[in-house]
């Protein structure tokens, strides 16, 4: 089994800047790649921002916050981070990190996703 845990979050004004973190922990024979959805009330979850765990760190990054987001990795942690500057009121919604993880090296990837962060971009 595999634990996500997030952190970070809270409430800025707009033009502000947030940091978000997340880790996964147990039964972790490699990760495929890790990222962050968000939901924003009334609407459907979205692809923020995703980072493949290879050598390059490939990223992808959702239109509406490219140039604005980055997505970072600590592969020797485990970690996964994003970084939101210049925040908009329309970036108001719950963060969800997500990991695909491979518990051995022939099983297929599962993914894992943590709690959820609240970030409110609000005057």
């Known amino acids: 089994q595999v634990h996500v845990a997030e952190s970070g979050g809270g409430s800025v004004q707009p033009g502000g800047s947030l940091r978000l973190s997340c880790t996964a922990s147990?039964?972790?024979?490699?990760?495929?790649?890790m990222g962050w959805h968000r939901q924003a009330p009334g609407q459907s979850r979205e692809l923020v921002a995703s980072?493949?765990?290879?050598?390059?760190?490939?990223?992808t990054y959702a239109g509406s916050v490219k140039g604005r987001f980055t997505i970072a990795s600590d592969n020797a942690k485990n970690t996964v981070y994003l970084q939101m500057s210049l925040l908009k009121p329309e970036d108001t919604a719950v963060y969800y990190c997500?990991?695909?993880?491979?518990?051995?090296?022939?099983?297929?990837?599962?993914?894992?996703w943590g709690q959820g962060a609240q970030v409110t971009v609000s005057s």
């Open positions: 147990g039964s972790i024979f490699s990760i495929y790649a």
């Open positions: 980072i493949r765990n290879s050598g390059t760190g490939d990223a």
């Open positions: 997500y990991f695909q993880v491979y518990h051995t090296q022939t099983t297929p990837s599962m993914i894992y």
